[in-house]
């Protein structure tokens, strides 16, 4: 799977933006789709994780109730619709895609990443 981010870019505290992640390959309807991020000086850490089938979803604590993970198998696609944004958010967002859950380990095939910027 190759997995390719999108939509990062500068946003006020309080906005939104939509993160895409477009995948090519035949196991990207099979995996486990998950949002890291990484913040300068930082570890990278979870965000939200969808299941291969877009049944389960899962969020860190951080963004439960601002951000929704979906996905579109047909467009091999997933989204990450962030709203309430806070400069906290401030960070470069990547897709991975694996076995599931919060753990960078479990994921095997990673996007590039796209940087999200708030600014008060």
């Known amino acids: 799977v190759q997995l390719q981010a999108s939509g990062g870019g500068l946003v006020q505290a309080g906005g939104s933006l939509r993160l895409s992640c477009a995948a090519t390959?035949?196991?990207?309807?099979?995996?486990?789709i998950a949002w890291f991020r990484q913040a300068p000086g930082k570890e990278r850490e979870f965000v939200a994780a969808?299941?291969?089938?877009?049944?389960?979803?899962y969020y860190a604590d951080s963004v439960k109730g601002r951000f929704t993970i979906s996905r579109d198998n047909a467009k091999n696609t997933v989204y990450l619709q962030m709203s309430t944004l806070k400069l906290e958010d401030t960070a470069v967002y990547y897709c991975?895609?694996?076995?599931?859950?919060?753990?960078?380990?479990?994921?095997?095939?990673w996007g590039q990443g796209t940087l999200v910027t708030v600014s008060s």
């Open positions: 969808i299941s291969w089938n877009g049944r389960s979803t």
């Open positions: 390959g035949r196991t990207f309807s099979v995996s486990d």
């Open positions: 991975a895609a694996g076995a599931g859950g919060s753990c960078p380990s479990e994921y095997h095939y």
